[in-house]
């Protein structure tokens, strides 16, 4: 695990590489998602199981910023399509292994009724690959860890250029504004990297807490799915107790 987290600057330089035109505020996906058919989605729903979930709150929160679109995140084992229009909605399978059974029965379930389905997933060949009707890779490299970390930043940015692709599709994002998104994106790599050079401070309060009882992480905005995502990873290593709030939330029960 400790080897993937340092892996995590070129997975992320992975995730981007030729996808961006930065002076143009434009992505390359090689997806097949016509105008006309963007144009007439009412609503983008994400499924996903552990992480990928996490990491599908914090797309769903892009996507309603900068491509005005209405979005929903559900565990893939309570899927429930029923009730949606299946021409207006894209259902968005989000999969580090392609191979999660849940996410596959979701995104089943969402094709025989008829809607258009999207996997983003890191592995070539998968079950969820030959299914969907299209895909983006997130290119991060062979996951080991059972705890992934890697994957998880590596969805993020992959499903940022997503999010920029769909927004300059719809015209609901400027040029101006994709190329600072874009910009930022771009800059990812290096910030993880200037965390991770911060290690053995890490370290050091690591060994200050290690004794606590119980562990919140807090954070807002785009910030609270990551706070639920680093609570899950505490928990599947440590086995200690660890919770995720938006910060606003922290004195309602905790």
């Known amino acids: ?19 961006i035109d930065e002076m143009k505020g434009e992505v390359d996906l090689e997806v097949d998602l016509p105008k006309e058919y963007l144009n007439s989605l009412e609503e983008i729903q994400f499924v996903a199981a552990g ?12 996507f ?27 259902v968005i399978a989000v999969t580090q292994s392609g191979e999660t059974a849940d996410t596959l029965s979701a995104l089943r ?13 890191n592995t070539l060949g998968s079950t969820v690959t030959r299914e969907a009707d299209d895909t ?11 705890a992934t970390t890697k994957t ?21 994002i400027s040029s101006s504004e994709a190329r600072s998104l874009l910009e930022d994106v771009c800059g990812l790599p290096g910030a993880v990297q200037q965390a991770l050079d911060a290690e053995a401070d890490v370290r050091e309060a690591a060994e200050d ?20 995502e680093g609570a899950l990873k505490l928990k599947e290593i440590s086995y200690d107790h660890a919770e995720g709030f938006p910060a606003g939330e922290l004195n309602r029960g905790t």
């Open 109 to 121: 379930e969402a094709k025989r009724a008829g809607a258009r389905t999207l996997a983003i997933t």
């Open 51 to 62: 992480m990928s979930c996490y990491a599908g709150l914090y797309a769903s929160q892009l």
């Open 1 to 19: 695990m400790l080897k993937e987290i340092h892996e995590q600057p070129q997975a992320l330089r992975q995730a981007i590489s030729g996808r």
């Open 64 to 90: 309603e910023e900068y491509a005005d679109v209405r979005t929903s995140v559900e565990v893939a084992s309570e899927h429930e399509f029923g009730g949606r229009d299946p021409w207006r909605t894209l």
């Open 152 to 172: 998880f930043c590596s969805q993020a940015a992959t499903m940022a250029l997503v999010a920029t692709h769909v927004g300059r599709r719809w015209d609901t």
């Open 136 to 146: 983006v890779f997130i290119r991060a490299g062979p996951e080991i860890g059972v």
């Open 209 to 228: 807490y290690a004794d606590g009882d119980a562990f919140f992480f807090i954070e807002c905005r785009l910030g609270a799915p990551v706070a639920l």
